[in-house]
């Protein structure tokens, strides 16, 4: 729904799918009839938008904000240990386009330290590292939903979840190994149904869950992602065992912040951002090591009183440094000092 004092949206189409070399058709049209002060471009600095908005700012005297996602390196080098010619092609791409934008962007959001380092190493001086805020309003501590989400699945013990995508790079494998060596302890499973993921991993998934004989310890849940808040109040420990590969490493990983801000203890794999966003509130395992990764969630139920201090840090880190606010004050802070300049 467009509120009467909500910005103008403009639908425009596109030309070519891949976000580096997409063109945005009128961009430069729409530009010239709002005249910004501020051009925020949600797209990496190495992609021809930004080689379009950000000269056009500079023509028209505007200033150019760009937010990247970026966590891997594109010197020549990592790019062709990466992933060979074809890694060292991308990179001379993303290095050139990089090379037309950059003296025309003023600022660069990252959300991650890799990408923080990587644009300060190639010559970026503004750059400044911020959170994909959650909504505070929608993931947070809700008692009542825990109580009834609890009863309606006859959730009477500890509750370990996964929340995200059935992909092999998210290492359900490995938590479902780990859950494996716990079976002694009193806890339940909660994942989603894969109705989604009808995929060669799925195949995986489903018959390692049999093999391992955990199909009587896991409820399987079925929710959008506003539904999904009353599971995480459900849950009490949130795990997320990404696995890193040549080409890709965690960016981000948005369902922790949200699964801390609905007071989960979280364990996750030291797998790119993953550490950066849990801090001190929460434990961090060696990526594949299934006897660490049991280690610490044994140590959680056997310990509810630990559980219960790591839901509350979790709690407080995510309300201060993570959630929408927190992105906003850095947007709003950032945004002023530029126009201001």
Same mark, same amino acid.
């Given at each position: 729904?467009?509120?009467?004092?909500?910005?103008?949206?403009?639908?425009?189409?596109?030309?070519?799918?891949?976000? #580096?070399?997409?063109?945005?058709?009128?961009?430069?049209?729409?530009?010239?009839?709002?005249?910004?002060?501020?051009?925020?471009?949600?797209?990496?600095?190495?992609?021809?938008?930004?080689?379009?908005?950000?000269?056009?700012?500079?023509?028209?005297?505007?200033?150019?904000?760009?937010?990247?996602?970026?966590?891997?390196?594109?010197?020549?080098?990592?790019?062709?240990?990466?992933?060979?010619?074809?890694?060292?092609?991308?990179?001379?791409?993303?290095?050139?386009?990089?090379?037309?934008?950059?003296?025309?962007?003023?600022?660069?959001?990252?959300?991650?330290?890799?990408?923080?380092?990587?644009?300060?190493?190639?010559?970026?001086?503004?750059?400044?590292?911020?959170?994909?805020?959650?909504?505070?309003?929608?993931?947070?501590?809700?008692?009542?939903?825990?109580?009834?989400?609890?009863?309606?699945?006859?959730?009477?013990?500890?509750?370990?979840?996964?929340?995200? #995508?059935?992909?092999?790079?998210?290492?359900?494998?490995?938590?479902?190994?780990?859950?494996?060596?716990?079976?002694?302890?009193?806890?339940?499973?909660?994942?989603?149904?894969?109705?989604?993921?009808?995929?060669?991993?799925?195949?995986?998934? +489903?018959?390692?869950?049999?093999?391992?004989?955990?199909?009587?310890?896991?409820?399987?849940?079925?929710?959008?992602?506003?539904?999904?808040?009353?599971?995480?109040?459900?849950?009490?420990?949130?795990?997320?065992?990404?696995? +890193?590969?040549?080409?890709?490493?965690?960016?981000?990983?948005?369902?922790?912040?949200?699964?801390?801000?609905?007071?989960? +203890?979280?364990?996750?794999?030291?797998?790119?951002?993953?550490?950066?966003?849990?801090?001190?509130?929460?434990?961090?395992?060696?990526?594949?090591?299934?006897?660490?990764?049991?280690?610490?969630?044994?140590?959680?139920?056997?310990?509810?009183?630990?559980?219960?201090?790591?839901?509350?840090?979790?709690?407080?880190?995510?309300?201060?440094?993570?959630?929408?606010?927190?992105?906003?004050?850095?947007?709003?802070?950032?945004?002023?000092?530029?126009?201001?300049?």
């Amino acid at each position: 729904k467009i509120e009467s004092n909500d910005p103008e949206i403009f639908f425009v189409k596109t030309k070519r799918s891949n976000p #580096r070399l997409q063109k945005i058709i009128g961009l430069s049209s729409i530009l010239d009839k709002k005249k910004p002060d501020i051009v925020f471009l949600d797209n990496d600095p190495g992609s021809l938008q930004a080689v379009e908005i950000s000269k056009w700012c500079k023509k028209n005297n505007s200033k150019c904000v760009i937010q990247s996602c970026e966590n891997l390196s594109f010197d020549y080098k990592s790019s062709f240990k990466r992933a060979g010619i074809k890694g060292f092609l991308l990179s001379f791409i993303k290095n050139y386009l990089n090379f037309l934008s950059k003296k025309n962007i003023d600022y660069i959001f990252t959300i991650n330290n890799a990408g923080t380092e990587i644009f300060k190493n190639i010559g970026y001086k503004n750059v400044q590292k911020i959170p994909l805020g959650f909504n505070e309003n929608l993931f947070n501590d809700f008692p009542e939903k825990r109580t009834e989400i609890r009863k309606k699945l006859e959730l009477n013990n500890t509750v370990i979840a996964y929340f995200g #995508r059935i992909v092999p790079e998210k290492g359900i494998h490995i938590l479902l190994k780990a859950l494996a060596n716990l079976k002694y302890l009193e806890w339940t499973f909660i994942l989603d149904d894969f109705e989604l993921y009808k995929n060669s991993y799925f195949e995986t998934i +489903s018959n390692l869950i049999s093999e391992l004989d955990l199909k009587s310890r896991i409820k399987y849940i079925k929710a959008d992602h506003k539904e999904i808040v009353d599971y995480m109040n459900a849950s009490d420990i949130t795990v997320l065992a990404s696995i +890193s590969t040549p080409k890709w490493k965690e960016q981000y990983g948005r369902v922790i912040p949200e699964a801390m801000a609905c007071k989960n +203890s979280v364990i996750v794999a030291n797998s790119g951002a993953l550490p950066e966003l849990v801090g001190d509130a929460g434990f961090v395992f060696e990526e594949k090591n299934i006897d660490e990764l049991a280690q610490n969630i044994e140590n959680l139920i056997k310990n509810q009183n630990i559980c219960s201090d790591y839901k509350e840090k979790a709690y407080q880190r995510a309300q201060k440094h993570l959630s929408i606010k927190s992105q906003f004050e850095i947007y709003d802070k950032i945004f002023k000092e530029i126009v201001n300049k």
